[in-house]
């Protein structure tokens, strides 16, 4: 396939010139995004499956982040703002998610040159060329793209110059299973499976209060959710909790003294010393191959040093990671890591198997590029099933493609962000490697 010619800007034809850009998502990134494109005087249209801006982060509004706001704010959004009286929050205070949306994204979003093109409740359930599907090639560069769009059932199309796809990955989560499949028996027991984050001191508190809970999954999302918990075990009697992993140790959760976000840092530390006394009971290399239910309870079988092993428990957490959705491009030309399912170019960077700690390198419109011309993924679903991704990477992102959408060579490839070194071990690399490391 035929990549990007870096050397030059975006072809469009007279038809394309017309048309806007279309952004899948009004999360963090989906707005930055068009806080860019409100700066280069490009017309785009934003489309939000959810019922508000920023709905996924809505879900999860409970947890406090570990990056300061000054990590936290995109530049060109920060600019639209203060020329409308806006004021930064304090820059070294970490907001929940809440916080940020109701601060930051909410007033962004409210901006005149951005709502009124902002469709909530709308779902891209399809992306292709108009009149093409991906086998065809002929006249595809000026080519308008096309949006399914199903909005409350009522199914309709948009063509677009070009498609920054900043839907995120929160609402499709990895398997339980370790085999990436769906485990065996989860229909039967999909209401006692909560998704990852629930809100354990809030809204979700009487679910979990005085029950036995196992939390499934060894990175930051599950250590919140384990320390919520052991929250809610010290006020509400009764309340048990198991973290089951698949590994001999969460190596995601451990960072190095390093690690520059301390709120990040404290989380491993916080978790252990939960462990040692004994609140948080860990049933470790543990690999979940079937889910049945036992009364009121729900039974995880998984295999355990070669044998299977039994676990009963009132509720189970998922918080296994996330994935992106992918059948909604099934008639884009995608080059992807075979195995992250990221960008073919970004997937070195970020793959934790090859990638020893957390810390990423600034990356823009090159490394993010596809063989559709005009089709990128930004933000967390440009990271496919990689972890450890940060808000101010995604930021530099879009401002790299919306630089080459107008047309600014020199900008979009002047990558700069400076981002705080994590100290993220999330690979099972040996000492000799680790050493060399950010992770030593």
């Known amino acids: 396939m035929t990549l990007i010619d870096l050397t030059r800007p975006p072809v469009y034809s007279s038809r394309l010139a017309t048309l806007p850009v279309a952004i899948i ?22 489309y939000e499956a959810g019922d508000t801006i920023a709905d996924s982060m809505r879900q999860w509004g409970h947890i406090r982040l570990f990056s300061p706001w000054k990590h936290l704010v995109d530049p060109a959004s920060r600019r639209l703002l203060e020329a409308t009286g806006w004021s930064h ?8 998610g809440a916080e940020l949306v109701e601060q930051y994204l909410a007033p962004l979003a409210s901006l005149d040159a951005i709502a009124s093109r902002i469709h909530t409740g709308v779902e891209v359930s399809a992306v292709a060329r108009e009149g093409m599907d991906r086998t065809r090639t002929a006249n595809r560069l000026t080519t308008p793209f096309l949006l399914r769009l199903n909005e409350h059932g009522e199914v309709t199309e948009m063509t677009a110059r070009a498609v920054i796809d900043a839907s995120g990955t929160y609402r499709s989560p990895n398997s339980l299973a370790s085999s990436g499949l769906e485990p065996l028996g989860l229909p039967e027991v999909a209401d006692l499976v909560s998704h990852a984050l629930p809100d354990v001191l809030g809204r979700d508190r009487i679910r979990f209060a005085g029950r036995h809970t196992t939390v499934v999954g060894a990175g930051h999302s ?17 309340t048990r909790i198991t973290w089951v992993i698949r590994n001999a140790s969460a190596v995601r959760v451990t960072t190095s003294p390093d690690d520059e976000l301390e709120a990040r840092a404290s989380l491993g530390a916080l978790v252990d010393a939960l462990v040692a006394s004994g609140v948080i009971e860990v049933l470790d290399r543990f690999e979940i191959v079937r889910l049945s239910r036992h009364g009121d309870s729900v039974r995880l079988v998984g295999s355990r040093a070669g044998e299977l092993v039994d676990h ?22 995608l080059e992807l890591d075979d195995i992250v399912e990221a960008p073919k170019r970004l997937a070195p960077l970020i793959d934790p198997n090859v990638h020893t700690c957390g810390t990423v390198e600034p990356h823009g419109f090159v490394e993010l590029q596809q063989p559709e011309n005009g089709f990128f993924l930004a ?26 959408l107008a047309g600014d060579m020199a900008a979009a490839t002047k990558v700069e962000l400076v981002l705080p070194a994590t100290g993220v071990c999330s690979t099972s690399a040996g000492p000799e490697q680790l050493s060399s490391g950010c992770c030593s």
């Open 312 to 333: 009963d428990t009132d509720l189970v957490v998922n918080a296994t990671g996330f994935r992106p959705n992918l059948d909604m491009l099934r008639e884009i030309r």
């Open 25 to 46: 998502g009004a999360g963090p990134i989906g707005l930055a995004a068009a806080a860019n494109l409100v700066e280069r005087g490009i017309d785009f249209v934003i």
């Open 222 to 238: 599950a250590a919140n959710t384990l320390l919520n918990l052991a929250a809610l075990a010290e006020a509400e009697p009764g």
């Open 379 to 404: 933000g967390m679903k440009s990271y496919g099933r990689a972890p450890t991704f940060l808000l101010a990477t995604g930021y530099e992102q879009v401002r790299s493609i919306t630089a080459w």
């Open 89 to 96: 929050p304090n820059e070294d205070a970490l907001p929940t």
